[in-house]
């Protein structure tokens, strides 16, 4: 799987388009649905910017993740998290894909449910193990078992995961076809 870029069909760019308006696109899912990818993906199709809230949050804090769970721990870290996605999600149209558990703190939530359309990339547990054991840089992974940490986290996740506007099935074909994917929704979404 590489990161270049098919064109996706121009129809489809212009309805998704219309369909998002000035609204922001919030991409949210467990680590390795593909958020970060598929999102700065999206974006390039859109022609909107694209932004990561754990790139904004590693930014400001001039601090890794990892070491922000180490040296203030998991409860500091989604206060800033929140405060990180209510400024992102100000103004729009843009592209801004979250952390995997953002959408699962009541604050960051209502910020996320306030400043646009949802996408929750949904993935298979074997789909996100095979992506997310390559690295060790998710610091809720570094448990003894650590796949049966994400199915755990999927099991109590989910359910919340599940309030999004779209849901989008995230499994291993092209990243394009993920992007074409994405876009249909938002562009179907409105006629419902
Ligand atoms: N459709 C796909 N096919 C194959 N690999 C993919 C696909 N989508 C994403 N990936 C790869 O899976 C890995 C994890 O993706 P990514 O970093 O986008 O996940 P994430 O949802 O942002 O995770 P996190 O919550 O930890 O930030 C990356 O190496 C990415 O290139
Ligand atoms: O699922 C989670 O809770 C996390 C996912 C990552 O994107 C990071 O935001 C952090 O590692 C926490
Ligand atoms: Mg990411």
């Keep these: 799987m590489n990161d270049v870029t098919e064109p996706v069909s121009a129809t489809l760019v212009e309805r998704a388009k219309r369909a998002l308006g000035k609204r922001n696109l919030v991409f949210i899912g467990l680590m ?3 958020k ?5 993906l ?3 199709a859109l022609g909107v910017p694209f932004v990561d809230s754990d790139h904004e949050i590693e930014r400001v804090s001039r601090m890794t993740i990892s070491d922000l769970f180490a040296t203030y721990g998991e409860e500091e870290f ?4 929140a405060r ?3 400024r992102l999600l100000r103004s729009g149209p843009r592209v801004v894909s979250t952390g995997g558990g953002a959408y699962i703190n009541e604050r960051s939530r209502r910020h996320i449910k306030r400043g646009g359309l949802t996408v929750w990339l949904n993935a298979e547990l074997d789909v996100l193990w095979e992506r997310v054991n390559k690295r060790d840089t998710r610091p ?3 448990t003894e078992n650590p ?3 994400l199915e755990n986290l999927m099991r109590a996740r989910y359910p919340i995961y599940a309030e999004a506007d ?3 099935l995230s499994r291993d074909v092209k990243k394009e076809a993920m992007v074409e994917e994405v876009l249909a929704a938002i562009a179907d979404h409105q006629k419902a």
């Design 166 to 168: 779209l849901t989008v």
């Design 32 to 34: 390795g649905a593909g």
């Design 140 to 142: 809720l992974l570094k």
């Design 36 to 40: 970060s990818a598929i999102g700065r």
């Design 42 to 44: 999206t974006a390039q």
């Design 84 to 86: 990180v996605l209510k």
């Design 78 to 81: 989604r206060a800033l998290e």
């Design 147 to 149: 796949k049966q940490t």
